[in-house]
């Protein structure tokens, strides 16, 4: 138990890293319009066109009280918000989510938000480097290997992973709108954690595999389960205090390395308690 504890905390430690998400204004919304973020990470506005605001809040209305606030405009077309330890002490917000609109767009729903995984529930895994993509299609990222529109697909999770009360939701940016995403589970990463080639991509989660659920990539995000539905660990049919690892496999019908084909995001791993 001892040392399935110890495990338990260094998969649930900060990230040796600290990652930097980009949300795009794209028209009158924003892309991804939900990201998981941990603490320490960055989340970089950009700015394509109009005059719109990246601004924290749910009211629509600018106050003063925003955890963070800034116009996109051709004057200013990024603006970044570091989600440090000390952010998040000074701007609690309830489950740690930090919602957020456009103002002079609020009323036809330019909205966002953001979600902190605090404690990160897992750790991500089986990158999308230069070496091991199978076409030199880096993600350049801690995600996996480059699709047809040029970026990784992001797998990430909040919540909690106990069997006994199980809120773990895995969260996917990156993809190309509108496409079916396959989630998975493995009992083995592939690959000694660096992954097989696979279309491409990287085949990472491996052993004994379950289909976990499909669903559709809307405003840049798909996640399992949405509220409501059957949890991670019943779908998955996990053993306590087992490790399991998390991938998602989707078609890319132009593809990066020449035709139609298939990709998929880095995975995540987590250590299961009872």
């Known amino acids: 138990m001892r040392i399935l504890a110890l ?5 649930h430690s900060a990230p040796a890293f600290a990652e930097t998400v980009v949300v795009q204004q794209v028209g009158f919304f924003f892309t991804p319009r939900e990201v998981v973020v941990n603490p320490g990470d960055t989340v970089r506005f950009v700015w394509t066109s109009g005059s719109h605001t990246a601004t924290e809040g749910v009211d629509g209305v600018v106050n003063g ?3 963070f606030h800034s116009s ?4 200013v077309q990024s603006y970044s918000v570091v989600f440090s330890d000390a952010f998040l002490a000074a701007n609690p917000r309830v489950g740690d989510r930090y919602e957020y609109f ?3 767009h609020f009323t036809i729903q330019m909205k966002g938000a953001i979600q902190v995984a605090r404690p990160a529930p897992g750790v991500a895994a089986c990158f999308g480097t230069l070496a091991a993509c199978p076409c030199g299609n880096g993600g350049g990222e801690p995600v996996g290997c480059r699709s047809s529109i040029l970026v990784g697909g992001r797998l990430r999770a909040s919540g909690g992973a106990s069997l006994g009360s199980d809120s773990l939701q895995l969260w996917i940016n990156g993809l190309p709108e509108g496409n079916n995403v396959t989630f998975i589970q493995g009992s083995t990463l592939l690959g000694a954690g660096a992954g097989v080639a696979f279309g491409d991509g990287l085949r990472c989660a491996g052993g004994n595999v379950v289909r976990l659920g499909v669903k559709t990539v809307s405003f840049g995000v798909a996640r399992l389960p949405e509220p409501g539905e059957q949890s991670v660990s019943l779908r998955g049919f996990v053993p306590p205090g087992s490790t399991r690892h998390y991938q998602a496999w989707y078609l890319d019908g132009a593809g990066a390395c020449g035709g139609f084909s298939s990709n998929l995001t880095n995975a995540y791993t987590v250590s299961w308690l009872p």
Do not use: D
């Open 72 to 75: 996109l405009t051709s004057g």
């Open 102 to 104: 456009c103002a002079p």
């Open 7 to 11: 495990l338990f905390a260094l998969l």
């Open 65 to 67: 009280n925003e955890a």
